[in-house]
């Protein structure tokens, strides 16, 4: 069983950054896609961004330009920079690691933007 581990949320205000980390405990980590999802009060969980294997980056609309995922391999880590937050950005944030037959989610951890 892989054990994902995120860290970074906290309270900031709009205009704001912070960066999100994902540690994951598999050695195989490199092949895994990666994501981040977010789910806010009363909604329903959706897609942030992916990378691929390979390094490819998807992004959600809403925070295309703001936000930039990576990944570091060697540290069976991903990462979600997010830039010029808003107060719709608040959510929980989810990390998410993925291969043809595995699912593994992280515990979520909160963002929250206000002044």
């Known amino acids: 069983q892989v054990q994902l581990v995120e860290s970074g949320g906290g309270l900031v205000q709009p205009g704001g950054s912070l960066r999100l980390s994902c540690a994951a405990s598999?050695?195989?980590?490199?092949?895994?896609?990666a994501a981040w999802y977010r789910q806010a009060p009363g909604k329903q969980r959706e897609l942030v961004a992916t990378?691929?294997?390979?390094?490819?980056?998807t992004y959600a609309d809403s925070v295309k330009g703001r936000f930039t995922i990576s990944r570091d391999n060697a540290k069976k880590s991903v990462f979600l920079q997010m830039n010029s937050l808003k107060a719709e950005d608040t959510a929980v944030y989810y990390c998410?690691?993925?291969?043809?037959?595995?699912?593994?989610w992280g515990q979520g951890t909160q963002v929250t933007v206000s002044s």
């Open positions: 990378i691929t294997r390979g390094g490819s980056t």
């Open positions: 998410n690691i993925y291969s043809a037959t595995m699912n593994y």
């Open positions: 598999t050695n195989i980590f490199s092949i895994y896609g």
